[in-house]
């Protein structure tokens, strides 16, 4: 009877993601735990994962520099690609964001 050699246990380098520690890691949280070389690593690998991550990814950075930087006359190009986007939680938060704008320019 021969003995099968079992690979050795070892404890992870980090914490696996998920979507919580993923949403801080875009984010840009300092509080995300890596650093920020690591950090630019994993979004570049997200990123790659499938398009639609991709988009997403995109979206809520630019979104996130956006209000970081106050650059409001931006916002409506923004809004434009969000709305037109294929990621629905994106489309729903541009159409209810220019239904606010459009309503107050009326006023």
């Given at each position: 009877m021969s003995t099968v050699r079992l690979p050795k246990i070892v404890k992870p380098s980090r914490k696996p993601l998920t979507p919580y520690s993923v949403t801080w890691l875009i984010l840009g949280s300092s509080d995300s735990g890596v650093s920020e070389s690591e950090r630019e690593e994993l979004v570049v690998s997200l990123k790659a994962q499938s398009p639609s991550l991709r988009?997403?990814?995109e979206l809520a950075e630019n979104?996130?520099?956006?209000?970081r930087q106050r650059q409001q006359e931006e916002l409506d190009t923004w809004l434009t690609v969000a709305y037109n986007s294929i990621l629905s939680p994106f489309h729903r938060f541009a159409k209810a964001c220019l239904k606010i704008t459009?309503?107050?320019k009326l006023l």
């Open positions: 988009e997403g990814i979104f996130i520099s956006l209000i459009t309503r107050s």
